[in-house]
């Protein structure tokens, strides 16, 4: 199953929204909803700061636990390079529970968007079928 979700503005409501207003520097808020999970968070540099910061919820919306959850992020740059993080590994998750996470690349100029990418497996049929995947675009805006 391939999942592909494109964030084009602010989708935070409550405290991760104001959070993000209060920092100096660029927030870019972002969110997922399927009937697989549901994804929020905040992509984020602060004033002074050499790191470009994405931070989040993972929350299992299945009717069945998922197993070896992977979250990866990288930048893409406008020439078509890559940065890329070193994976967050969030674990297993049961129905309805959730789990948090925060990677960081490098910031700089000349960044497109970022690809937010976690991989996940069904328990109950881990060992019959690939891992699923959900991949979230979050545009980034040049300094």
Sequence with gaps: MLILFICFGPA????????????????????????????????????????????????NNYWEPFCNIDVYLKAVMQDGGEKKAKRFY????????SGKFELAVPSMPGIDHLELMFTYEICSTRHDTPADFISIIIPWPSP
């Design 12 to 59: 935070l409501t409550g405290n991760a929204m104001e959070a993000a207003k209060s920092l100096p520097g660029i927030q870019k808020p972002y969110e997922y909803s399927s009937y697989d999970a549901v994804i929020s968070g905040v992509a984020s540099t602060t004033e002074g700061s050499s790191m470009l910061t994405v931070s989040g919820s993972f929350k």
């Design 90 to 97: 969030l674990g297993d998750l049961l129905e309805d529970e």
